[in-house]
C-alpha cells in the first residue's frame, strides 16, 4: 500500500506544480476486495497524504446484467484518487523507503 500511495502523491504533485490551474491528475484503481483492512489501509494512507479518495459503485462500472465472464465471489470496487493541493500534508516531500521490510 504504501509504494503505491507514495508513488501516486509524487506523480500528481509533479503535475500540480506544472499547471496548478490544470485539471487533476486522476488514479482510476479498480480491484477485488479480498480484505477490508487492505481496503481501509490504503483509504486512510491516502487521506494522510493528501490525496482524496472516492468510491465508485460497481453498478456505475459493471454492466447490467453482469456479463458471465465478469464474475467474482468477492466485491468489485472501483476507487478514483486526486490530489487535494488544500491539504495541509499534500506538498510534504515523498520519502520513499530503501528498506522493502517497511513496506506495509
Known amino acids: 500500500v504504501k509504494p503505491l500511495v507514495q508513488t501516486t502523491k509524487r506523480l500528481?504533485?509533479?503535475r500540480h506544480a506544472a499547471d496548478p490551474e490544470g485539471p487533476p491528475l486522476v488514479l482510476h484503481l479498480g480491484y477485488v476486495v479480498r480484505a477490508l483492512n487492505n481496503h481501509r489501509l490504503f483509504v486512510n494512507a491516502c487521506s494522510e497524504a493528501g490525496?482524496?479518495?472516492?468510491e465508485v459503485p460497481d453498478t456505475a462500472f459493471?454492466?447490467?446484467p453482469r456479463p458471465e465472464h465478469v464474475a467474482s465471489n468477492n466485491e468489485l470496487q472501483l476507487l478514483t484518487v486526486t490530489f487535494d493541493a488544500a491539504h495541509p500534508r499534500a506538498h510534504e516531500p515523498v520519502v520513499f523507503d530503501e528498506d522493502s521490510?517497511?513496506?506495509e
Open 12 to 14: 500528481m504533485q509533479l
Open 101 to 103: 521490510a517497511s513496506l
Open 51 to 54: 490525496l482524496r479518495v472516492a
Open 62 to 64: 459493471v454492466p447490467h
